[in-house]
């Protein structure tokens, strides 16, 4: 039976019994797990509930020749859907390839009205300043990290300090500004000039991961086109990014679906994420895509390369139970690991949706798999949910109005 046929008690069974999960933590999906008032008080302002989103996950990655499962927590099922359908493409052909880089995280020191000789004068102290930064976050050094840059740009009468921390494993948000904010404190007490901010940056430039998938010609064949053909229209789809902004934004939505579900899945920051990779489209003057494809013999090459902003420890990560079970899953030992994971992700729905635009098209595969939600919709419950949505599908009328006759018909049997 293939996982997406299974039950849910089934499909956790799976999990178990491959050693994914514990049986206490599939317990944990069973019992549909929200989280208790105090950490909901402790993560957000205001809170009166919790808001629950699916959460499944993808199959068949296969990564520096390491098998995974993906979790993935979104409302669009034919994102894990097409990740999976890919990554099994993609796995068939050698898998996926990861060169993350060193995991810097840039933060700012802002001073207004900064003279030349004030500059002068800090520029003297760099070293000073680069020690006293090094010692703001002692724990960070002895996990590995720790300062790694320090660079002072003058922008008009504006000063920034500039530090890069190897954070490790954490995504680094709270440390960073830590440490920006006693190194500010003491770049005060050198000139007169006032700070302005002491802020992290989510450019996430010292976070670059490249992803590289060969696939085979044989891989990429439908019943009415050749593999040869569609690798070949793949590439041309790619191409058209690079000239068109408007297609380019499309483009990396859709590689941005299958990275932000598993950010969720793992408490990341999402938007943090969604800013680094958007800014780093841009880095050329015109928005480009995030991946390139090619051709070479009887293969189609396709490499992903984007900022990648994420941890494996600390904050919600430590605090969100599901966030937890989604880096057990994942069998998740450093942030690197994880970073590679997420960026296969995202080639592999970036390959799904070309694949599916140059042959199918999008809405064949999207609307088949949503027709379950309609039904849904239309008030269909337990097993009328099945059946209203295969009568969806073989009908292809997917309207809330066809759903509800379907429905209407089947209970009037």
């Known amino acids: 039976m293939k996982i997406y046929e299974m039950t849910d008690e089934q499909r956790r069974k799976l999990l178990v019994d491959g050693g994914y999960i514990t049986k206490q933590q599939a317990k944990l999906l069973e ?14 302002e205001n809170q009166i509930g919790s808001f629950s989103l699916p959460y499944g996950f993808a199959t068949d990655f296969l990564i520096d020749d390491q098998e995974y499962l993906v979790p993935m927590v979104i409302e669009e099922p034919s994102v894990v859907a097409a990740a999976s359908n890919a990554a099994k493409r993609i796995k068939n052909s050698g898998g996926f390839k990861t060169f993350p880089t060193a995991r810097i995280v840039y933060g700012q020191i802002v001073l ?7 500059v002068d004068e800090l520029e003297r102290h760099n070293a000073e300043i680069f020690e006293f930064a090094q010692e703001a976050h002692p724990s960070l050094i002895k996990r590995g990290g720790g300062i790694v840059s320090l660079k002072f740009n003058r922008y008009d009468d504006y000063l920034e300090v500039e530090l ?7 995504m680094g948000a709270n440390l960073v500004n830590t440490i920006l904010e006693k190194t500010a404190q003491k770049i005060s007490t050198m000139v007169s000039s006032k700070i302005l901010c002491s802020i992290l940056s989510n450019s996430g430039q010292g976070q670059i991961i490249t992803v590289e998938a060969v696939v085979d010609f ?16 793949i590439v041309q789809l790619a191409n058209f990014a690079k000239v068109s902004v408007k297609r380019a934004v499309t483009h990396n939505k859709g590689i941005m679906n299958g990275i932000d579900a598993v950010l969720l899945a793992t408490g990341n920051d999402f938007r943090a994420q969604e800013a680094a990779a958007h800014s780093y489209a841009l880095e050329s003057g015109q928005y480009q895509p995030f991946t390139v494809w090619k051709v070479s013999g009887t293969k189609l090459i396709g ?7 994420l941890g494996s420890v600390g904050g919600a990560i430590r605090a969100l139970p599901m966030a937890q079970l989604s880096l057990a899953i994942m069998k ?18 970036n390959l799904s949706a070309l694949r599916a635009l140059v042959t199918t098209g999008i809405q064949a595969g999207h609307m088949s798999l949503q027709s379950k939600s309609l039904a849904v919709s239309a008030g269909a419950v337990g097993t009328e949910i099945d059946q209203v949505s295969a009568k969806l599908n073989q009908t292809k009328d997917y309207t809330i109005k066809n759903a509800q006759n379907i429905l209407l018909e089947l209970r009037n049997k």
Request: cysteine-free.
């Open 112 to 118: 207004e009205k900064v003279t030349k000789s004030e």
């Open 303 to 309: 490499t992903l390369k984007m900022p990648i902003e």
């Open 218 to 233: 044989e891989q990429l064949s439908t019943k009415s086109m050749t593999g040869s053909e569609v690798a070949q229209k």
């Open 164 to 170: 890069g921390i190897n954070t490790v494993d954490a």
């Open 332 to 349: 998740i030992k450093d942030s690197k690991q994880l970073q590679s994971v997420v960026g296969a992700v995202g080639l592999a729905n």
């Open 31 to 44: 019992d549909r797990a929200t989280i208790s008032t105090d950490l909901a008080d402790s993560l957000s």
